[in-house]
C-alpha cells in the first residue's frame, strides 16, 4: 500500500515509451537517496491530493533509471507537471499578469480568459514554460503540513498545521534540490539568437525573459544598458587618452562630463526599466506574502500577522547578533584590508626604489607586479569575505529573504567597496599622485577583468564539456544512439548535476555548508559533488563559480561603474575597458547561462531592487570624488593661487549645489514614464468603477429585497 | 412647476418650527442671488434624485428667511442633509476606516456594519458630524451631469456629460460658497476642553479630529510635537544663555546638540504621525481618484485614463510658463530681497556710525530700529510675494488640486526661506559677525511673532467679536428672545459671513481674486464683503489674515523651526522664545478655529505631506549650517592653528559624515512603528486569504456544474 502511488507511477512509464512520463514534465524534485518509503509515498501524495483537501494537485511522477542505474544513482528523482487546467488556475493564483486584447496589462483570471491576447482555444500556449514552472514552484511551495506531527517513516522532521512542507524537507536535508527543467528546443533557439551569432545587435529581452524569466532578463537589460551609456564615454575617452597622454592635468573637462553622466544614466534606467516591467507585466503585481526563509529557525509560537504557527525568534537577540558580532566583524575586515592596502604601498615603494636605482626593462615590468598581486589579493579576500559575510547574515537568523539579503548586500557591498577603492582613494587625495591612481586604476580594473572572465565563462565551460562528453559516452556505451539528444531520464541527470544559478531572492544559502567546507580545504570536487574523477584543476580555482548568481553578477557590474564613474577622469581608457568587458560578459553570461547553470526559476521583478539604490549610493560618491579631483586639478588651482582656502571653499559649495540639484533631479524625472503612468491609473480607475457599480448594484438588489 | 422643489421645502418648514428643517442640516450651499429659478429647481432636484438615475440622493430644503430678510440678504441658501441609511452608504463610497470590534482598523462596509465597534443599534451615533459633512460635500462634488449641454436657465453655464456639476458652478460663480455647520453644542464642548481652561495638559486631539477631521488634527498634533521637542532645547537654553552671555565662542556643543537634534525629532515624528493616522483610519485608507481642479480649463477632450470628456491641456505650454515666466520670477523676487537686505545692512552700519559717534541711551535703542524695520519688510514680502505665488500658479494652469499645491509651496518655501534667512547666512558666514546675527536673530523672531500674534488672534477675535454684537442686537431688536442661542437661520447666516479656513488641499484659489484686489487697493472692507460698515481699523492690517488656512500655519512652524534648527546656537533664547510661541499659538489656533472661522470641511490627511518634506531639506541645510558654525568657532580654530586649510577639510570631511549618517538613520528608522506594521500586515493578509478562498469556492462550484 505505502508503494501504491509509487508503482502506479511505474506501471505508467511501462505502458508508455521507458523513460518519458505521461504529462510534459516541468519540475525535478531531487529527494535524498535515504528517504523512507512511506515519506516518499506521502510527499506524492499530498502532491497530487486535490485543493479541496489541501493537496497541490499536480502530477507527480518517477524518473526512470539511467544508464548507469546499477551504479550509485540517486533513484529518488521526481518529476512535476500539471494538466492546463490547474496551470491556469495556479496563474491566477500567483497573479500572472497578462497582456489584453485591448493593449492593457491586467491580472489574469479564468473567468474572463478570453479577454487576454495570446489565449487561443484551450490556451495551450498561453502559458510559456518559465511561467508554469513559477506556478509549479509556488503550487509545491505553498504545500502545507495538515495535523501530521512529522514526516512519516521520518519522526525527527516535525511538522506543524500550516508548515510548508517542501520547506521543511529542504532544512531537514530529505528535499535535495527542486529545479525546473531545460526546453531543449527553446533553449537551442534561444542560444542561437542571443550569442552564437556574430553580427551585432541587442540582446533579445523578450525570449531571454520568455525563457529565464524577468529577473534574469532585467540583468541583461541592464547589462546592455550600462554598457551602451558607457560608449559616449569610451568614445570621448579614446581621442583623449591618444592625444593627452602625459597631460595628465586636463582631467577636469571628463571630471564635470562624469558627473552628469552618472546621476542622468540612473534616472533614465529606472524609467527605462519600469518600460520593460510593465511589458512584463510585473510591474503593477503584487508581491505574495512573505514565508519565513527555509533557514530561520525559533521557537513555535503564533505569527502576530497571519496568526499561523510559526518559528519565531526574539528580534533583540537578532539585533544583539547584528550589532555586536556582524558589526565589529565587519569593521575587523574593513581594519584588514587597509593593513593589506598599505603593504602594497610598501612594496610598490620597495619596487620604485629599486627600479630608480637600476632602471631597466625588466624592473620596468617589475613596476607592475605588486598592482598585479594587489589585484589578485583583493579578488580573493573579496571571496573570502563574501563567504564569511553568508554565514554571519544566515546566522543572524533573519525571518524573511528580503530581510535577509539586504543585510547581506549591505556587508558585502561595504567591504568590496572599501577593499576595492581604499588604494585608490588614498592615492588620489592623499598622496594626491595622479600617475600612480592612473597606473594602479588600470592594473586592478584590467587584472579583475581577466580573473572575472576566466572564472566565470572559460573554467564552468571546460568543466561542463568534460562532464557531457562523459555523459553522452556513458549512453553511448549502452545504446548505440545515432541521435544527438540524451534519452530523458540522462537528461534530466545531467541537469541535476549542473551547477545551480542563484536568481534575485532565491536562498544563497542552500549551497553554503558546502562551499564554505571548499574554501576552508580546498581539496573537494568542485561542480559538483556526484562527479567521480577529482579534477587536478581544483587548485586553480578557487571556487570562484561555486555559488554563482545575480548577486555575483550584479556585484561585479557596481565594481565596474565605480572604477567608471569614480577616477576614470584620470584615465580615460577605463570606459572602453568596460565596454569591451560588457561586450564579452553578455557573451559569457549568456553562454553560462544557456550551458553551464541548471535552469533557474524565474523571479518576477519589477526593477533590479536594491541594486539601483546601490548604483545611486555609488553616484552620489561619485559627485563628491569627481568634485574634489576637479578642485585639486592644476588648472583650477592656477585660478586660485593665492589663497588656497577660497579654492577648497568654492570647491565645497559647488559639490554642495550639485549634490542638492541631483535630488532635485532625482525628484523632478518621474520614475515611470507618462504613457506607463497613464496605463496604470486608467486600470486603477477601471477597478474603482467596476467596485463602485458592483456595491451599487448590491444596494438596490437591497433595496428591491427590502421593498 | 419649476417651484415644485422649492414649494415643498418651504411646506415642510411651515409645517415645523419656522427656521427648522425636518431633517439635521449638515451643510450650507449658497447660491448666487441672481441665480435663476429654474436652475436652481434644476440643481435640486438632481441633489435629490435617486441614485440609480444619478443623483446624490440628499435632503435638501431652502433657508427660511433671517430677521433682516426684508433687507439685502441673499435668499438662495440651501441646507443640506441625508437619512441615516444614506450616509452610511456614502461611507462605504468613500471608503472611510473604522475600528472593529477586534481593534483593528478596517473600510467600513453596510454589510459587515456590526462588526464594528462603535455600531449600535441603527448606527446614528455611529458617525461623527464631521465625517457626515465630508460624506455629503464627496457626494455633492461626484454629481455629474447626464445629458444636460447647459445649466437650465443660464445658457453660458456649459456642460458635457461626466461633469462634476457643484465644480462648474463654482467656476462660474453662481455657487458662491459651500461649507458645513458648526455644531454648537460639540464646539462649546471642544472648546471648553481645547483653549477655555487654564491647567496644564494635551490637546484633545482625538477630539479635535473629530470636530475636524484629521488634516487640522495632525496640525495640532505637529504643533504640539513641536513645541515638546524643543523643551529640552530650551532648558539648555537657558543656562546657556544665563551663565555665557559674554562668551559667544562656547556655541559648539550647543552646535552639536541642533544637529542630531534636528535629524532625530523629525524622524519620530514621522512614526507619532502614522500612529495618529492608523488610529484615526487615514494610514491605509486609498486616495479617491483626483478631479481636476476647479480652475482648471482647457479644449474639451477624452481624458486618456478615465475615457471621459474633460478640458485638456497640453503639457508643454505648462511647462512654459512654469520656465519661461515663473521662474525667471521667482529669481527676480530673489535678487529684489537680496537688494533689500544689502539696504538694511546699509541702514545697520549708518546707525552703528552714529551711535559709534555720540553713544547714548537713544542711539543705543536706535541700534535695534533698522532690524525690526527689515522684520516688518520681511513679513510684507513675505506677504505680497505669496499672492503674487498664488496667482503665478494659478496662471499656470495645473490640472490637479496636489500638482497646483506642489508648485504653490516650492515657490512660497524658496522665497520665504530666502527672504527670511539670506541676511542671517550673509551676517553669519559673510561677514562672521557673532553679535550681530545674535542681535538679528533676537529681532527677527521676536518682531515676526509679536506681528503674527497680532494679525492671527487677536485682530480677528476683535471683528468677530463686533459682528456677533450686530447680529445679536439685530435679532434681539425683532424678537426678545431670552436664551442666548441664534435661531437656525440667524446662526447659518452668520457662519456664512465667517472667514473660510483652507485646509490642505482645498483650493486656496477661490479667495484669491478678492484678496488679490484687497492687497492692491488696500482699502476694502476687510472679513467680509456684506459687512456694512467700512472698519477704521483696515490701515492697520494690510489683509494678514485673510486667506489664512493650514499652508499659512504650516509655514509659521516651518520659518521658526529654520531659526531654532539653523542659528539658535548662537543665541540659545531662541528655542525658548518658540516654545512661548507656540503655547500662545496653539490657544491662538484653536481660538480662532472656533471662534472666528467657518468650519472646514475635514480632510482624510495620513501625514503633513510635502511638509514633512519641506522639514526635512530643512534639517540637511542645519546639519549643513552648524557644521560651518562649529568650523569657524574659535574653539575649534585653536586646534588647527597652523593650517586653515586641515580645518576646513575637516569640517567638510565630518559634515559628509553627518549627511550620509542622516541618510541612512532615515533608512534605518522604519516611519511606521512596528505594532502598526503587524496590523496592517495582518489586514493585507487576511484579504489576501479571502480572496484565494473565494477563487478556491467558485473553482470547485465550478468543477461542480462541470461534473
Chains 1, 2 share one sequence.
Not at 509515498?41 to 497541490?56: E, K
Not at 567591504?415 to 588604494?423: I, K, R, V
Request: a neutral charge.
Amino acid at each position: 500500500m505505502d508503494r501504491g502511488a509509487l508503482g502506479e507511477g511505474k506501471m505508467l512509464q511501462g505502458s508508455l515509451d521507458s523513460s518519458g512520463p505521461r504529462f510534459t514534465p516541468l519540475v525535478v524534485v531531487e529527494l535524498a537517496s535515504d528517504t523512507k518509503e512511506e515519506a516518499i509515498a506521502w510527499i506524492l501524495s499530498r502532491i497530487r491530493d486535490q485543493q479541496q483537501n489541501g493537496g497541490a494537485e499536480l502530477l507527480v511522477e518517477q524518473l526512470g533509471p539511467g544508464v548507469g542505474a546499477q551504479e550509485k544513482e540517486n533513484p529518488n528523482m521526481f518529476l512535476v507537471g500539471a494538466t492546463r487546467q490547474r496551470l491556469l488556475s495556479g496563474a491566477e493564483e500567483v497573479g500572472l499578469f497578462k497582456e489584453c486584447n485591448d493593449g492593457s496589462m491586467r491580472g489574469f483570471t479564468c473567468a474572463n480568459k478570453h479577454n487576454f491576447k495570446d489565449f487561443e482555444g484551450d490556451g495551450d500556449s498561453f502559458l510559456n514554460m518559465a511561467e508554469c514552472q513559477y506556478i509549479i514552484k509556488h503550487e509545491l511551495d505553498t504545500l502545507r503540513a495538515k495535523d501530521e506531527t512529522h514526516v512519516p517513516g521520518h519522526t525527527q522532521v516535525k511538522l506543524y498545521p500550516g508548515k510548508s512542507i517542501i520547506r521543511r524537507l529542504q532544512s531537514k536535508g530529505i528535499l535535495i534540490q527542486i529545479f525546473p527543467l531545460h526546453g531543449q528546443e527553446e533553449l537551442k533557439r534561444l542560444s542561437f539568437s542571443w550569442y552564437k551569432k556574430v553580427k551585432l545587435s541587442f540582446q533579445p529581452l523578450d525570449n531571454i525573459r520568455h525563457y529565464y524569466g524577468e529577473g534574469q532578463a532585467l540583468y541583461f537589460g541592464f547589462l546592455e544598458y550600462f554598457t551602451f551609456a558607457l560608449v559616449p564615454m569610451a568614445l570621448i575617452g579614446v581621442p583623449y587618452y591618444l592625444f593627452d597622454w602625459e597631460d595628465y592635468d586636463k582631467y577636469v573637462i571628463f571630471a564635470v562630463f562624469n558627473l552628469v553622466w552618472c546621476t542622468v544614466i540612473l534616472e533614465l534606467w529606472k524609467r527605462f526599466s519600469a518600460s520593460l516591467a510593465y511589458r512584463w507585466g510585473t510591474l503593477s503585481r503584487k508581491k505574495a506574502f512573505e514565508e519565513p526563509r527555509p533557514g530561520f529557525h525559533g521557537t513555535l509560537g503564533f505569527n502576530p500577522v497571519t496568526g499561523r504557527k510559526e518559528p519565531l525568534y526574539p528580534n533583540a537577540k537578532r539585533q544583539l547578533r547584528v550589532y555586536l558580532v556582524s558589526l565589529p566583524f565587519v569593521l575587523l575586515c574593513l581594519y584588514l584590508s587597509l593593513y593589506i592596502m598599505m603593504i602594497y604601498f610598501q612594496m610598490e615603494g620597495w619596487v620604485l626604489s629599486f627600479h630608480d636605482e637600476e632602471p631597466t626593462f625588466w624592473t620596468g615590468i617589475l613596476m607592475f607586479i605588486p598592482s598585479i598581486i594587489y589585484a589578485v589579493v583583493i579578488e580573493i579576500m573579496n571571496l573570502i569575505y563574501r563567504y564569511a559575510a553568508e554565514f554571519l547574515t544566515e546566522w543572524e537568523n533573519h525571518r524573511l529573504e528580503s530581510s535577509y539579503q539586504n543585510h547581506l548586500v549591505l556587508k558585502v557591498l561595504v567591504f568590496n567597496f572599501f577593499n576595492c577603492f581604499a588604494s585608490l582613494f588614498y592615492i588620489a587625495f592623499v598622496m594626491q599622485d595622479m600617475v600612480l591612481l592612473r597606473q594602479s586604476l588600470a592594473t586592478l580594473l584590467i587584472t579583475s577583468q581577466i580573473l572575472n572572465q576566466f572564472m566565470e565563462a572559460f573554467l564552468p565551460y571546460w568543466l561542463q564539456r568534460r562532464r557531457n562528453k562523459k555523459m553522452i559516452r556513458k549512453v553511448q556505451k549502452r545504446r548505440t544512439v545515432e541521435e544527438k539528444e540524451l534519452p530523458l531520464a540522462e537528461q534530466v541527470r545531467l541537469e541535476a548535476d549542473m551547477s545551480t544559478y542563484l536568481v534575485g531572492t532565491q536562498g544563497l544559502d542552500s549551497d553554503l555548508d558546502k562551499n564554505f567546507a571548499i574554501m576552508i580545504f580546498g581539496f573537494t570536487n568542485l561542480v559538483n559533488t556526484q562527479e567521480e574523477i577529482m579534477f587536478p584543476s581544483v587548485w586553480l580555482c578557487p571556487c570562484f563559480i561555486l555559488s554563482q548568481g545575480t548577486f555575483d553578477d550584479y556585484l561585479e557590474l557596481f565594481l565596474l561603474f565605480g572604477y567608471v564613474s569614480l577616477f576614470s577622469c584620470t584615465y580615460p581608457l577605463a570606459a572602453v575597458l568596460v565596454v569591451l568587458n560588457n561586450v564579452t560578459e553578455v557573451y559569457s553570461d549568456a553562454f553560462k547561462m544557456c550551458r553551464v547553470f541548471k535552469r533557474p526559476f524565474s523571479d518576477p521583478a519589477a526593477n533590479i531592487g536594491v541594486w539601483q539604490l546601490a548604483f545611486e549610493a555609488m553616484s552620489v560618491i561619485a559627485i563628491v570624488t569627481n568634485c574634489a579631483l576637479i578642485g585639486m586639478s592644476p588648472q583650477v588651482k592656477a585660478y586660485f593661487t593665492e589663497s588656497e582656502t577660497q579654492l577648497i571653499l568654492w570647491t565645497v559649495a559647488i559639490e554642495h549645489m550639485l549634490l542638492a540639484f541631483k535630488f532635485i533631479l532625482t525628484f523632478l524625472i518621474p520614475d515611470v514614464p507618462k504613457h506607463i503612468q497613464i496605463k496604470l491609473a486608467r486600470l486603477e480607475f477601471e477597478s474603482l468603477e467596476a467596485l463602485k457599480k458592483k456595491k451599487m448594484l448590491e444596494a438596490s438588489d437591497l433595496s428591491k429585497t427590502m421593498e
